[in-house]
């Protein structure tokens, strides 16, 4: 009830503005909603900010533009976007400040565990056994699970209905994809000398 009481007091069409002036506000108040977001916006969320004849794609464009030699961007990650640090800076914000907590902590093994469960979700237990011909420890597993890197996904059809692992928005986020489909393909990662031909 009271986002409903929010909403009709935004005004997103903006008619007593100009044309140019409506359009910078509705770039700021797409700009103060990302800023205030720790977490990926989605489309949605934005459109209910800015009037009905405006492009949200193209407010981001010209937000982004705008935003050009800052320190700061906008970026497009799992399925949103996002306000973040231009990873130039990455340095600079480290050597300022105690960042340990934001890095990702993580062994090859724990990587290619990751990387199976990215592209054959939902996982099991048994299924990255089969793939790496070697028991795969439930600490592995909590571990990625604790970075919020995988999450369980739908109990899997086979006998004792074994818990599944997905892939998290943070998975997205912390190796910057928008979504799954924009993991390289394996024949990508063989040039790279990532994966073999063979397994």
Excluded: C
């Excluded at 009905?52 to 193209?58: E, I, K, P, R």
């Excluded at 914000?93 to 960042?99: E, F, L, N, T, V």
């Excluded at 793939?131 to 899997?156: C, H, V, W, Y």
């Excluded at 004792?160 to 912390?174: I, N």
Aim: hydrophobic share 40%; charged share 30%; glycine share 8%.
């Amino acid at each position: 009830m009271a986002k409903r009481h929010a909403d009709t007091e935004l005004d997103r069409d903006l008619e007593d503005l100009p044309a140019e002036l409506r359009w910078r506000e509705w770039m700021r108040r797409i700009e103060a909603v990302l800023f205030a977001s720790a977490s990926p916006v989605p489309r949605e969320d934005l459109v209910r900010v800015v009037g009905q004849g405006a492009s949200v794609d193209l407010l981001i464009e010209d937000l982004m533009a705008d935003l050009e030699g800052r320190s700061f961007e906008v970026a497009k990650v799992a399925g949103g976007w996002i306000m973040r640090t231009r990873p130039s800076y990455a340095q600079a914000i480290r050597a300022a400040a105690d960042s340990g907590g934001q890095d990702l902590d993580l062994r090859e093994f724990d990587v290619a565990v990751l990387a199976a469960i990215a592209y054959h979700q939902p996982m099991t237990r048994d299924g990255l056994k089969d793939m790496f011909g070697k028991e795969i420890s439930r600490d592995l597993i909590g571990r990625l699970n604790a970075q919020g890197l995988i999450g369980t996904g739908p109990r899997s059809p086979r006998r004792g209905a074994p818990y599944t692992y997905v892939t998290t928005d943070r998975f997205l986020l912390a190796f910057d994809l928008t979504s799954l489909q924009d993991l390289p393909d394996r024949e990508q990662l063989e040039d790279a000398g990532l994966g073999s031909a063979e397994s």
